[in-house]
Every structure is written in structure tokens, then in C-alpha cells.
């Protein structure tokens, strides 16, 4: 499919700097104010909630407000500082807020979706607000006059939105687990192109428009770096999270990417490094570097008595017998027992793997499948 890049563990942890508490549900967005010691935050307690850091070194709020429906995504404009908030039942509310950050006044409601808003980007030079819902639409609307511009339909749940501000280019993941490109115009639209290459539903999407890359996490626990900019399908598939992908976030100043999962584990990748990409995989029911059946190609893996890992690079040498189950015994490379922790491909049952070269230890270990499936591994050595 595309280059793999693996995270490596690291001795560092995250120091805990501060915990905000107060909401009564879950919150489902919150930003740091530009240059004051401030969060703002939203959830499914129907709250907006401004905090400011006080003398104590606690974060207290300084605005409290409630809409009619729960919170479901949040877009801030530090400059004009404006909130648009979008909920539950599809509309989206603006407010600005004081400069003291102690008063919030509503400004507008838009009707933009039917159902839930997962996600709101404002640009102030068009002054439109863009937004994806669980309606399978993305919308965008006019701030000065709160008419609707124009409208697109999705064959699934528009999940996330990402959207490039100086040629009005608008990137849009759903639950299928595809990302489309249109081009937004005043009254039209146009769709370039569909990124297809997850197998679960996009749960992030983050864009550089310096480098022009596209990055997108979702809940087959991988996230993928498009190079948009070069326009040659270049792509790097990163594999470091235990669950679904939920967010990442690129910093252009330390070129590092960081992502989060709904384990709560957070990676942080260095993307600075060079790394060279591996042949795009296709469609087939053998690997096209070993010519090795995969798994689910029994008849095959039958009759050769051989299986394929599918991965990116068959660099693996030489042969050791191993027995896998009930299959019979197969033939992989002789590498060391970190080479043979290669994922299969989405296994939910038991494998059993016997490596007649080494007969003094015997461990069990759980190890993540290269999708979301965990399998029980026995391993006899």
C-alpha cells in the first residue's frame, strides 16, 4: 500500500501541566486561546465554557453559557474573536467574545444540517462558514447575510473537515473511510479527486498548506500522509496506536506530527526524517514482492502450503518450518522473533506458531493486529 513507519517506544512521558474540570458530559472540543492562559470548550452538556488560568494556578470560568442542544463541534476565530459552535440538531451558533474574555453576545444561528455538525472551519476573507454533518452533507454559508451558499451530498457521514484558505479547496473524510477533495465557489462546486487508502472511518484530518500535505487518522488505528503538493500519489502509512485514531495535529515549526488515539495513547513522529516509500500495494489475493497467497486465499495457501504477511517490504530471508494451526506446516523466513511479530491481516482467532529451531522458552504474549482485530499468540521456542 504505501511506506510503514512504526513508532519506537520512548523512555520520555508527558508532564501533567493542569486538568480542567467542570463539564458534566463528555466534551468533545477544546482550544487554547492564542497568547492568554485560557481554554475554551465545548460538550454534550449543551455548555460553552471560556476558562481563564487565575492567580492560584487553576484554570476557573469566566463564561458560562447553554445552547438548546448538545455541543458536537467548535471552530474559533482568535482574531475577530468569534465562536461557531455546532450541535446536535444541525445548527450552528455564532457568538463573539469580549476582550476581556468575560462576556459572550450571540451574533447569528445558521441552519446548516438536518443532523449532528461533526465539523466547522470559518474563513474571514470569504467570511463563509463551512461545516460537515452526520447528514452526509457539507455546507458552506454566507456570515453577512447567514443564507446558504451552496451544498454537497456524501454517500456516508461527513466525519471531518479540513479546508485550504487561499485556493478554497475544501478536504472532507467520512465513515467509509474515503477523503474528497472539492473545490468551493461562491454558488458551485467542483469535486477533484477521492483518497481512498484507510479501511475504517476518518476520525481526524489534519492539513499543512506550507508543504501542502494532508494527514488523516482513523479507526483502523493508522494514519496516512498524502502528498498533495507533489501530486504523484506519494503516501506514508505511520503504525503506532492500539486504537482508533481520533486526532492529529501537525506543528510546522518542529515538523512533527502528533496524534492521539481513543486508548488514550498519544505518538508523537518525527516527520523530518527521509524516509523512502515502498510500492504501492493493489488489489490481490497474493503479495506482489513474495508472490506468497495471503491468508484468506486458502485454496492457495492449501496447495503451496506458504503464506504471505502482506507487507510493505519482504525483506525476510531464508526459511524455518513453523506449524500455524490446523493449516499444516508452512514455510516463512529464518529472521529473529521480532521480524515473525509481523501482522497478518484482520485475524480474530488463535494462531499457534512452532519454531523447531530453538526449544528452551515459552512466552504468550497479546499483540495488535495490523487493523483493529487483537489476536492471542502462543509462541513454543
Not at 466525519?159 to 467520512?174: E, I, N, P
Not at 521480524?339 to 499457534?352: A, E
Amino acid at each position: 500500500m504505501a511506506a510503514e513507519i512504526h513508532a519506537r517506544p520512548q523512555s520520555a512521558r508527558p508532564v501533567l501541566l493542569n486538568k480542567v474540570e467542570g463539564h458534566q458530559d463528555t466534551v468533545n472540543v477544546a482550544v487554547l486561546i492564542p497568547k492568554e492562559d485560557g481554554v475554551i470548550t465545548v460538550g454534550e452538556d449543551r455548555t460553552i465554557r471560556v476558562w481563564l488560568k487565575r492567580d492560584s494556578g487553576q484554570y476557573w470560568p469566566s463564561i458560562y453559557h447553554m445552547v438548546s442542544s448538545p455541543c458536537s463541534a467548535m471552530c474559533y476565530h482568535h482574531d475577530s474573536k468569534r465562536i461557531f459552535v455546532g450541535q446536535d440538531n444541525g445548527a450552528i451558533v455564532e457568538f463573539e467574545i469580549a476582550e476581556d474574555f468575560n462576556k459572550m453576545t450571540l451574533i447569528k444561528s445558521y441552519p446548516a444540517h438536518q443532523n449532528r455538525v461533526s465539523a466547522i472551519v470559518f474563513s474571514l476573507v470569504s467570511e463563509w462558514v463551512i461545516s460537515t454533518g452526520h447528514d452526509k452533507t457539507i455546507s458552506w454559508m454566507c456570515t453577512r447575510s447567514g443564507t446558504m451558499l451552496g451544498r454537497h451530498y456524501f454517500t456516508s457521514w461527513a466525519s471531518t473537515l479540513q479546508y485550504d484558505y487561499d485556493t478554497k479547496h475544501a478536504f472532507v473524510g467520512d465513515y467509509s473511510g474515503q477523503i474528497t477533495l472539492l473545490k468551493l465557489d461562491q454558488s458551485n462546486y467542483s469535486i477533484i479527486t477521492t483518497l481512498k487508502g484507510h479501511e475504517g472511518s476518518i476520525g481526524s484530518l489534519c492539513w499543512d498548506p506550507v508543504q501542502r500535505l494532508l494527514f488523516s487518522g482513523a479507526s483502523d488505528n493508522s494514519i496516512i500522509m498524502w502528498d498533495i503538493g507533489g501530486r504523484k500519489g506519494r503516501t506514508l502509512l505511520l503504525q503506532g496506536h492500539h486504537d482508533k485514531v481520533q486526532a492529529v495535529r501537525y506543528l510546522q515549526l518542529t515538523r512533527q506530527l502528533i496524534s492521539c488515539s481513543a486508548d488514550g495513547g498519544i505518538v508523537v513522529w518525527n516527520m523530518d526524517i527521509r524516509r523512502e516509500e515502498a510500492p504501492q500495494w493493489q488489489e490481490s489475493d497474493s503479495c506482489q514482492k513474495c508472490e506468497q497467497p495471503f491468508f484468506w486465499n486458502l485454496k492457495q495457501m492449501w496447495d503451496t502450503k506458504t503464506l504471505g504477511l502482506r507487507q510493505p517490504h519482504c525483506r525476510l530471508q531464508g526459511q524455518t518450518s513453523i506449524t500455524v494451526g490446523n493449516v499444516g506446516k508452512l514455510f516463512v523466513a529464518n529472521a529473529a522473533l521480532s521480524d515473525l511479530l509481523i501482522p497478518l491481516w484482520d485475524l480474530s482467532f488463535k494462531f499457534v506458531f512452532v519454531i523447531p529451531a530453538m526449544r528452551q522458552s515459552k512466552m504468550k504474549i497479546e499483540h495488535p493486529w495490523h487493523h483493529s482485530m487483537k489476536a492471542s499468540i502462543a509462541f513454543y521456542i
